[in-house]
C-alpha cells in the first residue's frame, strides 16, 4: 500500500514557475515508478512525467519538454515536478501516481498502469 499526498499548487501568471512535490508513504519508495499526471476540466487525464526508481530515467512528454523537470529523493520519499514557463494550457489538476509495472528500455518509457494515486493539486496558470 502506497499513500501519496501532493502539495505545491497554486495561482501562477503566465511564465512563472511552480514546484510541485509528492509525498509518499512506505518503506519501499524506490521501488515504484513515479509519475506526474493533469486533468483539464472536459479533458482526458494525461501522463505529463514520469521517473524510474532508482531516478536515473525520466520520460517527459512532449507538450511540456523543456519546461518541466521530474525528480525524485528516495530519502525523502518524495518526488517533485519542477514548473517553468508555465501557460494558461497548463491549468489542470496534477495528480502524482505509483506504478509497479511502468519501466524503461534504454531510454524508451513504456508505460503500464499506475496502481496509487494522490488526491490531486490545482494548478492555475492566469495570463
Known amino acids: 500500500q502506497v499513500q501519496l499526498v501532493e502539495s505545491g499548487g497554486g495561482l501562477v501568471q503566465a511564465g512563472g514557475s511552480l514546484r510541485l512535490s509528492c509525498a509518499a508513504s512506505g518503506r519501499t519508495f524506490s521501488n515504484w515508478a513515479m509519475g506526474w499526471f493533469r486533468q483539464a476540466p472536459g479533458k482526458e487525464r494525461d501522463i505529463v512525467a514520469a521517473?524510474?526508481?532508482?531516478?536515473?530515467?525520466?520520460y517527459i512528454a512532449d507538450s511540456v519538454k523543456g519546461r518541466f523537470i521530474i525528480s525524485r529523493d528516495n530519502a525523502k520519499n518524495t518526488v517533485y515536478l519542477q514548473m517553468n514557463s508555465l501557460q494558461p494550457e497548463d491549468t489542470a489538476v496534477y495528480y502524482c501516481?505509483?506504478?509497479?509495472?511502468?519501466?524503461?528500455?534504454?531510454?524508451?518509457?513504456?508505460?503500464?498502469?499506475?496502481?496509487?494515486w494522490g488526491q490531486g493539486t490545482q494548478v492555475t496558470v492566469s495570463s
Open positions: 521517473i524510474s526508481g532508482s531516478g536515473g530515467r525520466t
Open positions: 501516481a505509483a506504478s509497479a509495472n511502468s519501466y524503461w528500455n534504454g531510454n524508451k518509457y513504456y508505460h503500464r498502469e499506475y496502481d496509487y
